[in-house]
């Protein structure tokens, strides 16, 4: 099938969220987008390709055709049945790279949903909450961060092996709304690429039930006991496995839930996320975050991406 070539001129812009994925024993299943947001303004030009990164990430990622929006945007067109001949990506980014805050995800979802704002202005139909996620999911391999961006607040994802291709599908929760949420980001970053590689091939039947039953209950503790978090949030299967890559994180992750907080590694770290019904953290976690390069940051949960023609502002 051919595709529509849109014209120069059109201007569409996304906002999404930063997501946290795991939550402790929902490997990559449960996630929830957080309140801190990053945004895409796309241009369609004449010809070429510009890219402008303002924020995280400025001087430290590639300003071609290899930026992963870009590589979003090239996507969603191609889904949509269209095509640009010429874009100028503007990024202005505030989730912090390589901390496991989803950040690759929020630009692979912020320039597919960019793609919708500019196609709702032609004769071309906008990608449905349903492709967005599978399409995002694609690039990502599963669909925890993903689909928590694309929809916002808290979500249960899964991955349909069945057929030729994975299929990504996820549906929402509705998270307590007794639940505050507050993000530990340290100064080290990490790969999820290189943590991975720490994780087993096998697992024992022993701790796969184990983590089974405390994911079911994270589902119970976020939408409706959310006194359960504690017992909610241990798992089994990859946070002890990454500890050592990540000492400064396994550590202050044990104090936390010494002080009775559900805290988890966010993804695969090394930034923590701890879910509590307390307004603050105690006195204890919070002197030894700042003492240990914490950046401590109350946060929210997050809204589902937003598209639109023109210009959207943060907020």
């Known amino acids: 099938m051919k595709s529509q070539m849109l014209p120069a001129g059109l201007v569409a812009s996304a906002v999404v969220s930063a997501s946290s994925a795991n939550l402790g024993p929902g490997f990559d299943s449960i996630g929830l987008a957080l309140s801190l947001c990053d945004e895409v303004v796309v241009e369609t030009t004449d010809s070429g390709l510009v890219v402008v990164v303002e924020g995280?990430?400025?001087?430290?990622?590639?300003?071609?055709?290899?930026?992963?929006?870009?590589?979003?945007?090239?996507?969603?067109?191609?889904?949509?049945?269209?095509?640009?001949?010429?874009?100028?990506?503007?990024?202005?980014?505030?989730?912090?790279?390589?901390?496991?805050?989803?950040?690759?995800?929020?630009?692979?979802?912020?320039?597919?949903?960019?793609?919708?704002?500019l196609v709702a202005q032609t004769d071309s139909t906008p990608l449905s909450t349903d492709r967005l996620i599978q399409l995002c999911s694609e690039f990502e391999g599963h669909p925890d961060n993903a689909a928590a961006a694309v929809l916002g607040g808290a979500v249960v994802s899964w991955t349909d092996r069945t057929g030729a291709e994975p299929r990504y599908a996820a549906v929402s929760l509705r998270l307590h709304p007794d639940i505050r949420l507050f993000c530990a980001i340290p100064e080290e970053r990490s790969l999820t690429a290189e943590t991975?590689?720490?994780?087993?091939?096998?697992?024992?039947?022993?701790?796969?039930?184990?983590?089974?039953?405390?994911?079911?209950?994270?589902?119970?503790?976020?939408?409706?006991?959310?006194?359960?978090?504690?017992?909610?949030?241990?798992?089994?299967?990859?946070?002890?496995?990454?500890?050592?890559?990540?000492?400064?994180?396994?550590?202050?992750?044990?104090?936390?839930?010494?002080?009775?907080?559900?805290?988890?590694l966010s993804g695969a770290g090394p930034s923590l996320i701890a879910l509590s019904t307390e307004p603050e953290l105690p006195s204890e976690a919070l002197e030894y975050g700042a003492a240990h390069g914490f950046t401590l940051t109350k946060m929210t949960a997050g809204e589902g991406v937003r598209w639109s023609p023109g210009v959207t502002v943060a907020g």
Not at 62 to 78: C, F, W, Y
Not at 225 to 254: F, I
């Open 196 to 264: 991975r590689v720490l994780l087993p091939g096998r697992v024992s039947h022993e701790d796969a039930s184990f983590n089974v039953s405390r994911a079911a209950l994270l589902v119970v503790a976020l939408t409706e006991r959310p006194d359960l978090l504690m017992p909610a949030t241990e798992d089994v299967l990859h946070q002890p496995q990454r500890a050592p890559a990540m000492r400064g994180s396994a550590e202050y992750l044990r104090l936390l839930r010494r002080h009775n907080v559900a805290a988890t």
């Open 56 to 117: 995280e990430g400025a001087g430290q990622v590639p300003l071609d055709a290899e930026h992963l929006v870009v590589r979003a945007i090239q996507h969603g067109l191609r889904a949509a049945g269209a095509a640009a001949p010429g874009l100028v990506v503007r990024c202005r980014n505030a989730i912090p790279h390589s901390r496991g805050l989803g950040s690759s995800a929020a630009a692979v979802v912020g320039g597919l949903a960019a793609v919708n704002g």
